[in-house]
């Protein structure tokens, strides 16, 4: 049974910083993407990090420049780490997972408020 599993949210103040980290458990074909979500209240899941199995990395426009996205292939293991947080990065936070048959697995999700 294949599990996501996020974990390293919580409550910030403007310009603190959190990392996320995102756990793929069972057996998954090769992995080609590594992603992080944002669901604001209210609104829909928008991208905000990539990384592909070649370790290429994409940001939405909100994050470019303050978060970072890494991976431990050898752990199934995502990160992200969010510098110079902004009210406007509150919300929920995903991981999903595509491998290379397109499937793609998601996890329950973890809450980022920043507020002072």
């Known amino acids: 049974q294949v599990q996501v599993m996020e974990s390293g949210g919580g409550l910030v103040k403007p310009g603190g910083s959190l990392r996320l980290s995102c756990v793929l458990s069972?057996?998954?074909?090769?992995?080609?993407?590594m992603d992080w979500y944002r669901q604001p209240p209210g609104k829909e899941r928008q991208l905000v990090a990539r990384?592909?199995?070649?370790?290429?990395?994409s940001y939405g426009d909100s994050s470019e420049g303050r978060f970072t996205i890494s991976r431990n292939s050898a752990l199934n293991t995502v990160y992200l780490q969010m510098n110079d947080l902004e009210p406007d990065d509150t919300g929920v936070y995903y991981c999903?997972?595509?491998?290379?048959?397109?499937?793609?697995?998601w996890g329950q999700g973890t809450q980022v408020t920043v507020s002072s």
């Open positions: 069972g057996s998954v074909s090769t992995i080609y993407f």
């Open positions: 999903k997972i595509t491998d290379r048959w397109a499937d793609s697995y």
């Open positions: 990384i592909s199995n070649g370790g290429t990395t």
